[in-house]
């Protein structure tokens, strides 16, 4: 008998240290959810597959993953797992946790700009709030309130409930702090009291930085922006933009990083930068297009009506249930006539409810094809624009009526992976000179595109800079300009290029190059021989040194090959396999006889074949210059 219930006794010992585990777990969580969000939701996520589906304990958890997909911008996971915990939450009567759900669903439609919604869930949570006398939630619902109306520029509504926050100012935490300073700076803001604007942004950056609130960071430069903006202090509302966007993308922040590119295509299309304005538009059009992906506003609009339908079976549920207790209450004569009410009854809630389902239904449908149809028109547009922004990125490139001018013995092959490309090739003469390159930038496609051109610019503001110039020290005067355009705050910024620069005198048969982890090729006498660049990229480097200037005597006959990492990394053949370097120099070694033209439409050719079906990886830039 002891024994049986010393065993009971340790059992439940167990069980109540599992618990308080899992709370403490929790509560880890919620302290990290705006200095380190990541980490906040792998815990909710390891939890999850621990618990059992209705308990209170893993409605917390799908809070806590609904305030991370909202940070995400994955407003349909959101919506589905906050319902999830609604409902176990209204069913344990946990008023506080379903007021924060409710507060955190109010998020999704206003970005959805459904402001009627938002303001709805935003006075339930106040309401459960008072109802269950917390204090610090109603604050919390203060400030939600008073920044939708600022939204909305209903500034007196505003104010209004920012003084009712004023009076429990002595009950803050410090992230509420935070959000005080920030809506009153959105007050001044909207009332064109900017330099009052500036002092609470100011107020509230220092809160952000002090609790690590990255989100708020990225928001509250934004907001500093704008009333820079309001100014015309065109320079200080670039420079905070930038801040903005730099934290915003490093952290994967898509809502935050799509209202800083709006504004700073509004400050570039003001001082007539439109090149920069375009360029920014175009990435902007890719964000707004993942975060407002058509079928994550299908799948709200899907779980909400899921919602609603639950809603109202639970009331025909709650009919029944009356029209039966009033059946038993009352057999006798009059049974048959009772039950045949009862019938009516329930099929005019059918009916009913067919018929809200089917108008429902076809508005539903009507909406998904008013919003297909702008999607397949924003799609278009962004199509548009990246081609646009190939004839933008053209313009950087020499002709090939001047390469061949300048180099007539020569061939580029160029072969982006997308429309427009991170590789480009780059010629220029200087005096008796002729400097040429072959440039690999960070990324591809439009974010590569955008990189080369920063790149290119740096080689010509070079030349610009210097009388008399090597290949090695334009390498070193061009990273510094690189660098200087990079440079963030946060110094996350890591973009640059590889290349392989050249200068070649045909009156002395001299060659000078340089190389940015890329090499020079040259084939003499049927012998390939390689000249290694220096293994650092152009752009911020860990252990940076001045890049070394190689001088060569060239010969009659001498193939010279510069090139980017997109023909070897190449994927293909028969086993999907890499191209490869050393195939790479034995097909140059074979063809190097062969006239300039003939050479680049084997080189062309045999990538093709070797590629198949496989998609392109990368992009493409060769250039073969006979002497």
Aim: aromatic share 10%; with cysteine.
């Amino acid at each position: 008998m002891y024994k049986a219930i010393l065993f009971f006794f340790s059992f439940f010992i167990l069980i109540c240290s599992n618990a308080n585990n899992i709370k403490e777990k929790i509560s880890l969580a919620n302290d990290l959810k705006y200095s380190n969000p990541d980490s906040a939701f792998s815990i909710c996520c390891t939890l999850e597959e621990k618990l059992k589906v209705k308990s209170i304990n893993y409605a917390e958890t799908q809070l806590c993953k609904g305030r991370y997909y909202l940070q995400k911008s994955n407003l349909d996971k959101a919506t589905q797992v906050l319902n999830n915990a609604i409902t176990i939450f209204e069913k344990e009567h946990d008023l506080s946790r379903l007021a924060k759900c409710y507060s955190l669903k109010s998020i999704i439609f206003q970005r959805l700009n459904d402001t009627e919604k938002s303001m709805n869930h935003l006075t339930t949570a106040y309401n459960l709030y008072i109802e269950d006398n917390n204090i610090e939630g109603q604050i919390t619902s203060l400030i939600n309130i008073s920044v939708e109306y600022l939204r909305i520029n209903k500034n007196d509504s505003a104010l209004n409930y920012l003084n009712q926050l004023t009076d429990l100012s002595d009950k803050f935490r410090n992230t509420d702090k935070y959000y005080y300073h920030q809506n009153f700076g959105m007050y001044f803001h909207n009332t064109a009291q900017y330099r009052k604007a500036l002092s609470e942004f100011k107020l509230a950056l220092s809160v952000a930085e002090n609790e690590n609130m990255i989100d708020s960071k990225t928001t509250i430069y934004m907001e500093m922006a704008e009333s820079y903006f309001a100014q015309k202090d065109y320079k200080n509302a670039e420079n905070h933009l930038y801040k903005s966007i730099a934290i915003a993308t490093s952290n994967n922040l898509m809502h935050e990083t799509n209202e800083s590119y709006l504004l700073l295509i509004k400050l570039y299309e003001i001082q007539g930068d439109y090149k920069s304005a375009y360029l920014a538009k175009v990435i902007n059009d890719s964000i707004e297009t993942e975060i407002y992906n058509i079928e994550r506003i299908n799948k709200i609009n899907e779980i909400e009506t899921e919602l609603a339908f639950s809603e109202n079976q639970k009331i025909i549920a709650q009919q029944e249930l009356e029209i039966k207790n009033e059946q038993l209450n009352t057999l006798n004569a009059k049974s048959k006539i009772s039950q045949l009410i009862f019938l009516v009854i329930l099929c005019l809630v059918i009916i009913m409810f067919v018929i809200f389902i089917f108008i429902r239904a076809r508005k539903l449908s009507a909406k998904i094809n008013h919003q297909r149809i702008l999607l397949e028109e924003k799609n278009n547009e962004i199509t548009d624009s990246i081609t646009y922004a190939k004839r933008i990125q053209a313009a950087i490139l020499p002709s090939n009526e001047i390469f061949k001018k300048q180099l007539p013995n020569s061939f580029v092959l160029y072969k982006p992976k997308d429309i427009v490309a991170g590789d480009f090739y780059w010629m220029e003469k200087v005096n008796n000179e002729i400097f040429f390159a072959a440039a690999d930038c960070t990324g591809h496609g439009v974010p590569g595109a955008m990189v080369s051109v920063v790149c290119s610019n740096a080689l010509n503001h070079g030349l610009e800079q210097k009388a008399s110039i090597t290949p090695g020290i334009l390498l070193d005067t061009t990273r510094d300009f690189v660098k200087n355009r990079f440079e963030t705050e946060s110094n996350n910024v890591k973009d640059g290029m590889d290349i392989a620069l050249c200068a070649i005198n045909f009156s002395t048969n001299q060659l000078q190059f340089s190389g940015a982890n890329n090499p020079l090729y040259i084939i003499r006498e049927n012998e390939l021989i390689e000249i290694k660049g220096d293994k650092q990229h152009i752009g911020k480097h860990h252990k940076e040194s001045k890049f070394t200037n190689h001088v060569i005597s060239l010969k009659k006959d001498d193939c010279i090959y510069l090139f980017s990492d997109g023909y070897a990394d190449q994927f293909g053949g028969p086993k999907g396999k890499k191209f490869m370097y050393k195939q790479f120099k034995n097909l140059l070694l074979k063809i190097s006889h062969l006239p300039l033209d003939q050479q680049k439409e084997v080189l062309n050719d045999t990538f093709e074949n070797w590629r198949g079906d496989l998609e392109q990886i990368d992009d493409v830039c060769v250039l073969g210059i006979k002497i």
